[in-house]
């Protein structure tokens, strides 16, 4: 082999290498891409084409695809697929995906009911700042469900963190626990009305 030759395959190795490496991150974009514009068609209404693309993208792995899409499935009690779907996304840390399967464990649609998974799972999406999943957990700890001891004060904190990221029910839970004296928190009418605000400037 001439030092050409050498050369040459020297450079179709580092080209190869190039594309080996460039190819996954293609993949990701595209399928970002294809996840963001299915669930956008979801929220505009356009369910087949939305599924098409959340199906496409869920496939290749991108996780907010993953959770519209077995959100969809389980609207449509299409519970083992949904659980599927959900299950990827959680294998990914991905906090919609902890929840939505949190919420498959508690009603046992799909598994098997296991309150204490589903309780687990709940929890981990609520640490991951999911407000809906804050909610669930602060309503579980309320009521000492899904595995957990009952705990009031611990609850009004997380029913604060979901309100403070825009929960309305968790703003409606401490209005009232302000207005009743309830979860630990004393009367406060002035708080009460801050949160009655804040629920009507959320309408």
Request: aromatic letters at 8%; proline letters at 3%; glycine letters at 8%.
């Amino acid at each position: 082999m001439t030092k050409t030759d050498a050369m040459r395959n020297f450079a179709r190795l580092i080209v190869l290498s190039t594309l080996i490496l460039a190819a996954p991150n293609t993949l990701r974009a595209d399928a970002r891409a294809d996840g963001e514009q299915g669930i956008l068609e979801y929220r505009k209404g356009n369910l087949i084409e939305a599924m098409q693309l959340l199906e496409k993208s869920a496939a290749e792995g991108y996780a907010p695809a993953q959770t519209t899409l077995a959100f969809i499935l389980d609207l449509a009690e299409r519970d083992a697929q949904a659980v599927h779907w959900y299950r990827q996304a959680a294998d990914r840390n991905d906090a919609g995906g902890l929840f939505g399967l949190g919420r498959m464990y508690s009603k046992g649609e799909g598994v098997e009911k296991d309150p204490l998974k589903a309780g687990q799972l709940i929890k981990q999406a609520a640490q991951l700042d999911h407000a809906e999943a804050m909610r669930f957990y602060a309503n579980a700890l309320e009521s000492g469900q899904l595995g957990f001891d009952p705990a009031p004060r611990s609850a009004a904190e997380w029913y604060q963190k979901a309100a403070e990221r825009g929960d309305k029910p968790a703003m409606n839970r401490l209005k009232q626990a302000y207005t009743q004296g309830q979860l630990g928190l004393p009367v406060d009418a002035g708080k009460a009305e801050a949160w009655n605000d804040k629920i009507n400037q959320s309408d």
